[in-house]
């Protein structure tokens, strides 16, 4: 993986944000090893850091405005059939993406940020976000937030373990299970978060 990386990142920023950029539209390898990646090999310092994070938060709200623009264009109908036939594909379950599409409605500002945290929903949910019609600058506000939380913590990790002589991919393996865990738990909170709200809320008084 490294030596195709390289060669890109030999381009300097622009490669960078090649990199990023294209994770949003295919996410392969995924954000969190790319992330991991750059911290521990592209950032000698902090200002370098600073340029990387904004490189890369800028690539990945642009691939989300791909994906909005994507969405407005096809509308919801055609969009929930291309989740559906392909989704499997790029592992993005067409269950997850009803439930957040269903959610999206109620609150889209809020899905929008969180979305930015769940592994490839981020890269996707953005045609719902269209397809649905959102107000643009909404969506690109709560998408910008999360996906410079997103990346700034994992370009952090990977930078505090500058020198340590791990290896981004070990660590990026075991980060991804700590965010299918959080996904997982995200996604049962979202499914029955609001009945036991409904059943709780009558004891609180």
Not at 2 to 18: E, H, Q, W
Not at 32 to 47: C, I, K, R, W
Request: proline share 6%.
């Amino acid at each position: 993986m490294t030596g195709p990386l390289a060669t890109i990142l030999g381009f300097g920023l622009f490669g960078v944000f090649c990199l990023a950029f294209t994770e949003k539209i295919l996410p392969i390898p995924p954000s969190h090893v790319l992330l991991l990646f750059l911290g521990m090999t592209a950032a000698p310092d902090d200002a370098t850091l600073a340029i990387l994070l904004g490189v890369t938060t800028l690539a990945s709200m642009t691939g989300c405005l791909v994906w909005y623009t994507v969405g407005r264009r096809i509308g919801i109908d055609r969009a929930d059939r291309l989740v559906e036939r392909f989704g499997g594909y790029v592992f993005l379950r067409p269950k997850t993406y009803r439930q957040l599409g269903q959610a999206y409605r109620r609150n889209h500002v809020r899905v929008s940020l969180l979305a930015q945290f769940i592994p490839t929903v981020r890269n996707y949910l953005p045609i719902a976000a269209g397809a649905l019609s959102l107000p643009a600058l909404p969506f690109v506000v709560a998408t910008l937030t999360g996906a410079t939380l997103w990346n700034a913590g994992f370009l952090l990790t990977g930078y505090a373990l500058h020198g340590s002589g791990q290896s981004p991919l070990a660590v990026g393996f075991r980060i991804i299970a700590i965010v299918l865990a959080l996904e997982t738990a995200f996604m049962l909170v979202l499914r029955y978060g609001p009945a036991c709200w409904r059943r709780i809320r009558p004891m609180l008084g």
